[in-house]
């Protein structure tokens, strides 16, 4: 549509050219011509002329003239015998997979792309992707023995691939889980890794396929452990993993024999996806999430590999579990303001299917584990959503609750497909602590949140700055709600529980034989010409041409050394060649 014209009555406004500027304003309109009490995503939540009119009539309570139509929403109220145990397989791993308090957010390493040498190629900034981001380290190094595999097949295979295996080696330690039975649910939505061959210019051979398919993600895990499952990989952007969590769950009740492997990974190896979420509008500049912040302008991405175990828990055996899950629920928003736009009453919906469907008896939750990835409306939509679902249980207890609000994704980045299992292991660890970490890059609280969680008397909103202590429930243990959504419709939430003393196995620490396999670069078979440097400006720019042929040794490390198809040799490895 063209601004201006006019708009079906139930077409989005956004179709019509609105923005989110102009959708504050029509809110602020109508609050000030016409007495009305609607927030600053109204426009947002009920984007047609048709639906906001149907808001207005529901809320206020009168009769209208004209004829509205309402879909009626069913919440199912199902029930399940047996709670879900969700033992966090995260403990025994290397340093550079951890979550820091601090800031893990640096420079793109070298191993990715170069960016100093995009930025020289590009002189319009909004073709070179944003050189910061939360990136793990490490990632080519891999020990292909241990799972029975030959270097050859493990140079070409995505390195997500190998970080699961790595992941479900330690869980099934860690966890002793049998083979039947034993679902796996992985989530990964990221397919840069296929593009590695063509640059380095590999040919298609034998493990092309099964390198980088993202099928064969899940297919892998369960081929190399032996579970017979079911066996899935799940790409609902960033939804994913929480999505697998959900099937994992539902799967282990449909038996009580049954148990599940779920959660994901994300890595990033090209620079152009990057760039494609950019230029959509998604990147904050500097590559840093600002949650619930006034300055949130987009998300920085983060990279991670979690997996969770999933298992059946009867009777006595339960009260000795630490972490329980007690359902969850996915739903899409549907037709709403736009694909990529969260939809406010759609999260309040699945929550309530959460609430709804919950074995225990909750009167109340204490702590939220949100997505919010710190953009201006998106992170008020979700917290409206949020309190608005629990605000009728605790207005059952006839006192002010508190709820703690917490987000990690001002240290760590927003992992993307596996930022569903991260929300649902920070929750772990904080209700295992009784606390909860501090938010990240919080300076100035976002304006638009007080606007949209204003009505809400029975709950105390606390958005800490600094690590802070939950209140200890003797009855029942803290209640975590974990909410996850998607740029392309999808919502999912989960809810858990803490009690009990834990009994997760204690493992001695696993020792790798890892070696650097990466997918081998183009190298010359012979040095022509070297550019020397040297502190003296007169010597600065020297050539000197020679014709070496090289031997594998130092071509090896010469491979090691190549940066953008360069190789940058030090004057050592020249001498061994001479």
């Known amino acids: 549509g063209v601004i201006g014209h006019d708009v079906q009555s139930d077409e989005p406004l956004m179709a019509a050219g609105l923005d989110s500027l102009g959708a504050t304003e029509i809110a602020h309109i109508l609050n000030e011509r016409y007495g009305f009490e609607v927030s600053s995503t109204f426009v947002i939540d009920y984007p047609s002329i048709d639906m906001m009119v149907g808001s207005i009539v529901e ?39 951890d979550i820091r308090e601090a800031e893990s957010v640096g420079t793109v390493p070298f191993e ?6 995009l930025d020289s190629l590009h002189d319009n900034l909004s073709d070179v992707p944003v ?11 891999f020990d292909p023995s241990a799972f029975r595999m030959f270097r050859p097949e493990a140079m070409l295979m995505d390195p997500q691939q190998r970080l699961l295996l790595e992941e479900t080696l330690s869980l099934k330690q860690q966890t002793s889980f049998e083979r039947d039975g034993v679902g796996c649910y992985i989530a990964c939505c990221s397919l840069d890794y296929t593009r ?36 899935l990989t799940v790409d609902v952007a960033c939804a994913s993993s929480l999505v697998t969590t959900h099937l994992g769950l539902r799967y282990t009740r449909e038996n009580k024999r049954n148990s599940a492997v779920c959660g994901g990974a994300m890595i990033s190896f090209v620079p152009t ?12 500049d500097d590559g840093r999430c600002k949650s619930f912040d006034a300055a949130a302008d987009g998300y920085g991405r983060g990279e991670a590999c979690r997996l969770a175990y999933i298992s059946n828990v009867e009777g006595e055996e339960s009260s000795t579990r630490n972490i329980v899950l007690s359902s969850s629920a996915v739903n899409h928003s549907g037709f709403s303001s736009s694909l990529t736009a969260p939809n406010g009453p759609a999260q309040e919906d699945v929550i309530q299917q959460s609430i709804s469907m919950s074995n225990s008896e909750l009167s109340a939750i204490h702590m ?27 207005s059952e207890i006839g006192q002010i609750s508190n709820v703690a609000v917490s987000s990690r994704k001002g240290a760590t980045g927003h992992q993307e497909a596996a930022a569903g299992i991260m929300l649902l292991h920070n929750a772990v660890k904080s ?69 009990g003393d834990s009994n997760i196995r204690k493992h001695s620490p696993m020792f790798w034989n890892k070696e650097n396999v990466w997918l081998p670069l183009v190298c010359p078979k012979k ?52």
């Open 59 to 97: 809320t206020m309570n009168i009769d209208a003239e004209m004829e509205v139509s309402h879909s009626v929403k069913e919440v199912q109220t199902t029930r399940f015998f047996d709670d879900v145990d969700f033992i966090q397989a995260l403990c025994a791993f290397g340093e550079f997979r």
């Open 112 to 117: 990715r792309w170069d960016h100093s040498h």
């Open 131 to 141: 050189r910061f981001a939360a990136y793990l380290h490490g990632v080519g190094n």
């Open 196 to 231: 590695m061959p063509s640059v380095q210019s590999i040919p298609i051979g034998t493990y092309s396929f099964t390198s980088a398919a993202l099928s064969v993600v899940s297919g892998r895990t369960s081929f190399c452990f032996g579970l017979r499952g079911p066996s």
């Open 273 to 284: 996806s990057t760039l494609s979420l950019q230029n959509a509008g998604f990147l904050s």
């Open 368 to 394: 939220l584990q949100t997505h919010c990835i710190g953009t201006a409306l998106g992170d008020p939509i979700e917290l409206k959503a949020c309190f608005t679902s629990v605000k009728s249980l605790h």
């Open 431 to 499: 209700l295992q602590s009784n606390t909860v970490p501090g938010i990240n890059n919080l300076r100035g609280v976002n304006p638009y949140i007080a606007d949209q969680i204003s009505g809400i008397p029975s709950v105390s909103l606390a958005l800490p700055r600094t690590r802070q202590m939950l209140a200890y429930q003797e009855r029942g243990g803290n209640v975590a709600c974990v909410n996850s959504f998607a740029a392309q419709g999808t919502n999912s939430n989960i809810l858990m529980k803490c009690y």
């Open 527 to 578: 040095i022509k010409q070297v550019l020397f440097t040297s502190s003296d400006p007169s010597l600065k720019y020297s050539k000197a041409v020679f014709d070496i042929p090289l031997n594998s040794v130092v071509s090896s490390r010469a491979a090691e050394m190549c940066v953008t198809q360069r190789c940058i040799l030090p004057s050592g490895v020249i001498l061994d060649a001479i």
